[in-house]
């Protein structure tokens, strides 16, 4: 478990004006009652602008959030890293259960969950199992599976039979968005392109392929 939340260190409450104005939730007739909101926790930097991008969201969504400012506090970092397995901020929790970053939180968004893993109707431990559910079989050398994989933000690792290679991902929230291939940034029109140039590669042997995401 989380010790450092529990310590309850010193942070700064933020809500939307929708949030504060709104009613309180009364129970539904019939007896039943609304799923439980859980505590959003945002651990952030100064002058990081996808802390500032996720505390926006979350805002824009009316939802009240904390806000730990970790900038200068390399023990609760530590713990961070410990617990969610990145370095990367902001790191956003629901209680004491880590969704991930900034980046996260936007796929969670684009796949119509992020209303109601707020208010509490979808477990966020789910999320994982609900994401592989989805996505299938991305086993294969298809265009459609690499398409997904890029999209999602997995970083695809092209080695030339004959020696050397080069990393492909996509940046799809970027601003601009952005794919990136034999090193150089193009805009996000060119993912078919791409994708179709990988596939050539791959099914004509003169490339092998890895995702850095896959167990060795």
Known sequence: MLGFLKRKPKAEEASSSAAASSPSATAPSGGASFPKPREVIVFGAELDQETTFARELLSQRGTTHRYIDVTHDETVRHELRKKTGSRDLPQIFLDETPIGDYQALRQIEYRGDLDRLLSGALDPKALAKK????????SGRDAETFRRRLRDGEVLTLTFTGG?????WAEIYANPPQVFYEGAPLPIAELERVVTEVVTLVESGQARFAWAD???
């Open 164 to 168: 050397g290679g080069f990393d492909v």
């Open 131 to 138: 994401d592989a559910d989805e996505r299938g079989d991305l």
């Open 214 to 216: 896959d167990d060795d």
